[in-house]
T-cell receptor
Framework: NAGVTQTPKFQVLKTGQSMTLQCAQD?????MSWYRQDPGMGLRLIHY???????DQGEVPNGYNVSRSTTEDFPLRLLSAAPSQTSVYFC????????????FGQGTRLTVV | GDSVTQMEGPVTLSEEAFLTINCTYT??????LFWYVQYPGEGLQLLLK?????DKGSNKGFEATYRKETTSFHLEKGSVQVSDSAVYFC?????????????FGTGTLLAVQP
């Protein structure tokens, strides 16, 4: 089983460039989310989706856009990259419900120079 | 708002030592509580969870008990192995939510030496 697949694994961007981080899951999960992981801060929620066509903001949404056109895919777009967006990004998916297990991708390490 | 506080790392232990990683939380009602583990170069994976007061989650020799009176969910293992070396995250999902919008602690790096 593929689970949650993120691409790319590594990326270097120049300030002001745009890019899309891809996330796909094959478990038919309704809920998908994006987190960023920074040293000393744990993981913080960027955006999430409870189903196709429905997205909402998390704790740190500024500078990021998302869309959810299918159940399987949940891309994260950086519109104009800034050094403050240097981080490790994780996509996660789960069934609905507050106590369900979240499945994480392997992460994308992004450096903005 | 809801939050999770866990002990600073790194925690360095010898093989077969006893492990405790402290975790306390602030939340209204009865959130669901989780421990996730991140092995080097990988994403997070669920280690164990508890969904109501006095529940004990357990997996792979690790245990944690949901203590409402002390708002704690400490992770314990009686005898650690080198293969347990990883970053451990305590997390909560707010009560009454339709989704598991996880709120994470800062993570604790565990290094087990042979």
């Amino acid at each position: 089983n593929a689970g949650v697949t993120q691409t790319p694994k590594f990326q270097v961007l120049k300030t002001g460039q745009s890019m899309t981080l891809q996330c796909a899951q094959d478990m038919n999960h309704e809920y998908m989310s994006w987190y960023r992981q920074d040293p000393g801060m744990g993981l913080r929620l960027i955006h999430y989706s409870v189903g196709a066509g429905i997205t909402d903001q998390g704790e740190v949404p500024n500078g990021y856009n998302v869309s959810r056109s299918t159940t399987e895919d949940f891309p994260l777009r950086l519109l104009s990259a800034a050094p403050s967006q240097t981080s490790v990004y994780f996509c996660a998916s789960s069934y609905k419900g507050a106590s369900t297990e979240a499945f994480f991708g392997q992460g994308t390490r992004l450096t903005v120079v | 708002g809801d939050s999770v506080t866990q002990m600073e790392g790194p925690v360095t232990l010898s093989e077969e030592a006893f492990l405790t990683i402290n975790c306390t939380y602030t939340a209204t009602g009865y959130p669901s509580l989780f421990w996730y583990v991140q092995y080097p170069g990988e994403g997070l994976q669920l280690l164990l969870k508890a969904t109501k007061a006095d529940d004990k989650g357990s997996n792979k020799g690790f245990e944690a008990t949901y203590r409402k009176e002390t708002t704690s969910f400490h992770l314990e293992k009686g005898s650690v192995q080198v293969s347990d070396s990883a970053v451990y995250f305590c997390a909560l999902s707010p009560a009454g939510g339709a989704t598991n919008k996880l709120i994470f602690g800062t993570g604790t790096l565990l290094a087990v030496q042979p």
